[in-house]
């Protein structure tokens, strides 16, 4: 069964930092592009950052020199470090694993709360 285990949600002031972790089990990770997505109140989810297989990296250009995404492929885990927080980041956070173009593998999410 697998299974991707979002964590390191909260609330925290603008400016401030987040790691959230994504741990997964059933598959290793290494071999799926590993994405993080984020969905706000009333909105569409969106893609907030990918790991390729190959290390390659893409950021939305929301996030681009505030977040990184990092995995670590001993924990099989993927982690997505959030600095400058913005009380826009607020959403709920998802991890996908995929091989193809569409997630194969979703989380239940994380709460990330920014407050201003």
């Known amino acids: 069964q697998v299974q991707l285990v979002e964590s390191g949600g909260g609330l925290v002031q603008a400016g401030g930092s987040l790691r959230l972790s994504c741990a997964a089990s059933?598959?290793?990770?290494?071999?799926?592009?590993m994405d993080w997505y984020r969905q706000a109140p009333g909105k569409q989810r969106e893609l907030v950052a990918e790991?390729?297989?190959?290390?390659?990296?893409n950021y939305a250009d929301s996030v681009k020199g505030r977040f990184t995404i990092s995995r670590d492929n001993a924990k099989n885990t993927v982690y997505l470090q959030m600095n400058s927080l913005k009380p826009e980041d607020t959403a709920v956070y998802y991890c996908?694993?995929?091989?193809?173009?569409?997630?194969?593998?979703w989380g239940q999410g994380t709460q990330v709360t920014v407050s201003s």
């Open positions: 790991i390729s297989q190959g290390g390659r990296l």
């Open positions: 996908s694993a995929r091989i193809l173009a569409q997630p194969a593998y």
């Open positions: 059933g598959i290793t990770s290494s071999a799926y592009v």
